[in-house]
């Protein structure tokens, strides 16, 4: 019998992921098994109320992606009325989308991903002058000193000393498989502090545009945030200025600090540009539209699929397509009506609790069966990634001159071929890449959205179809939307001014999917085979290839069913088990 290990739940993520894995003797994952431990239920919430106000609910499916899903979701309602929003709320929607990608990557790559790469106790034996100079040469972040980097190691040391790691605990310190220097240890922690702190400008777009954050607020057609230099309750001139001065602080972290770090750390895990990736295949929805949604083409990212890693093959996916666009559960605690065989187009899908065999708590998972709350969509029966890596094969092999520029740059520093991109540490860097794309469309953005004020194009709002009288009887609408973990789609269909079905498919849910009918694994699943574990007992590559797809279980599953039932209870901890 196979030797399994278990590792439930996975820590640094949003929500709760079981791994299983099994290994042959030489310690190499063999089959890799992805469950999801809480149970979905907002689609099911929502049916019956009024469509405008979907977004409030689809927004709390999650405490990190605190926009992705409002905007899927009015747009998914735009689309079914055919409401055409300003040129002006459109470009507010894009600051707010691209402020949400810079911030969340920052997030991911210092507080969720670097400390599977960075030995925290190691940077008690670091040199403070020696990270400094290393500081020195990489970029003119100023803050740089020796002094500087020896009262970071102090606040280490006292961490340390005091026997509580605290934000630092949960992990394998002392693992064989860290190898950076003790200074690049340093020099990552520094900025791992230091990226808590940044946050607090970085949120203030979403802010001002929505009110508040996180869970700011939005309106179908068109953004909550009127313009009106000379209002003290709208976007004015002041308001502008700590917009501007927010986006500059944010671009400025991101070319002095992240990207040189990446670089910094990247050349001494080279080998983990050998695998990770498992699938080949990718999907887009596409992002950040200017005011005509049709060609999407022409999005920054656009709408695109990828199969078997050709990037000289383009397709663009009709999310549509009944036939193509599916969801499967015969590896998923769900029962659909017409058996466990069949697929669903979402605005045909069904999110209904009536299967009755086995459900956590579980010693391990029953793999023949089924064993996720999580389901399984495919698109033409193939199992897709979606993310960071997504994104920036499409635009790179549609043509972007940026992220063709940035992705050859990196190859180079790394000296590394193209095919390293199919990988951990290419999802990981490609998580960079497109962050300093969509820091400097930020300021593209607000440029246009200066020239817009100036030219008088001050409307943020279009209601010509807000009265639900002028609706049709029945409407279906799909809304899109890039989220930083992946392509987002939420389909509804309104009957009678209400919500009829709603279904979201997640890019957790496309990631983190169990098997389908078919028995092809997801992309965790995947991406873990032939990964060899230097110690079974301390899993620390599975957390390094899981991570880099940055997992949030919360929006794939959620924790009650339509009555508000608790389902069950999963334990926090840590929990690492060799059978």
């Known amino acids: 019998m196979a030797q399994r290990i278990v590792v439930d739940p996975i820590t640094r993520i949003e929500g709760h992921l079981r ?16 469950s999801g431990t809480m149970v979905r239920g907002i689609e099911t919430i929502l049916k019956g109320r009024d469509p405008r106000e979907a977004w409030a609910f689809t927004q709390r499916a999650c405490g990190v992606c605190t926009t992705v899903h409002s905007f899927a979701s009015i747009r998914s ?35 969720l991903h670097a400390l599977d790469w960075v030995d925290v106790t190691a940077t008690l034996k670091a040199d403070p002058k020696k990270t400094s100079d290393i500081q020195q040469t ?11 980097f020896a009262d970071v190691q102090n606040k280490v040391k006292a961490i340390v000393d005091s026997g509580q790691l605290s934000i630092f605990a949960n992990a394998y310190w002392g693992h064989p498989a860290y190898k950076l220097p003790p200074e690049v240890n340093l020099l990552a922690v520094a900025h791992y502090l230091e990226a808590l702190d940044w946050q607090k400008d970085a949120t203030k777009i979403h802010t001002i545009f929505g009110g508040k954050n996180p869970h700011p607020n939005f309106v179908v057609g068109g953004v909550p945030m009127p313009i009106d230099l000379n209002s003290d309750t709208a976007l004015n001139a002041d308001r502008l200025s700590i917009i501007s001065d927010s986006i500059s602080k944010m671009i400025a972290f991101v070319d002095q600090v992240y990207l040189p770090d990446l670089l910094a750390i990247a050349p001494y895990y080279k080998d983990y540009a050998a695998f990770g990736e498992g699938l080949g295949n990718f999907l887009t929805w596409g992002e950040f539209p200017d005011t005509d949604n049709s060609d999407t083409s022409k999005f920054l990212v656009p709408r695109a699929f990828i199969l078997n890693r050709d990037l000289k093959n383009i397709q663009q996916p009709d999310p549509r397509d009944f036939v193509k666009m599916k969801e499967f559960v015969a590896h998923s605690w769900y029962k659909y009506s017409g058996g466990d065989n069949v697929g669903l187009h979402p605005w045909q899908g069904e999110t209904a609790f009536n299967y009755t065999g086995p459900k956590p708590p579980y010693q391990q998972l029953e793999v023949e069966q089924k064993y996720s709350w999580l389901k399984a969509p495919r698109w033409n029966e193939t199992p897709m990634e979606v993310g960071p890596l997504a994104r920036v094969l499409v635009m790179y092999a549609s043509g972007n001159q940026q992220v063709q520029a940035l992705t050859n740059a990196v190859l180079k520093a790394l000296d590394a071929p193209i095919t390293a991109v199919f990988s951990t540490l290419g999802r990981t860097a490609a998580r960079a890449i497109e962050t300093k794309v969509f820091a400097d469309a930020m300021q593209t953005y607000y440029n246009d959205l200066v020239a817009e004020i100036k030219a008088g194009n001050t409307a ?10 002028s609706w049709p009887s029945q409407a279906q609408g799909f809304g899109y939307m890039e989220a930083p973990r992946g392509a987002l789609g939420h389909w509804i269909v309104i009957s009678g001014g209400k919500i009829d079905n709603y279904q979201m498919v997640v890019p957790t849910t496309w990631n983190a999917s169990p098997r389908d009918q078919k028995q092809q694994a997801g ?20 957390l390094r290839t899981i991570h880099s797809f940055d997992p949030c279980m919360a929006c794939a599953i959620h924790m009650v069913d339509a009555n508000g039932n608790d389902l069950g209870e999963v334990a926090s901890g840590l929990n690492v088990c060799v059978s």
């Open 19 to 34: 791994i299983e894995a099994e290994l042959d003797a030489n310690n190499s994952i063999t089959q890799a098994y992805s």
């Open 138 to 148: 990489i970029s003119p972040w100023p803050n740089s000193s020796p002094a500087y």
């Open 523 to 542: 992309a965790y699943e995947m991406s873990l085979v032939g990964t060899k574990l230097a110690k079974p007992e301390w899993p620390l590559e599975i």
């Open 77 to 111: 309602v735009e689309d079914a009325l055919k409401i055409k929003i300003p040129k002006a709320a459109n470009l507010i929607r894009n600051l707010m989308i691209a402020q949400q990608y810079v911030h969340d990557h920052v997030m991911h790559f210092y507080h």
């Open 460 to 469: 943020t709002f279009n209601g010509d179809k807000w009265d639900p009288l």
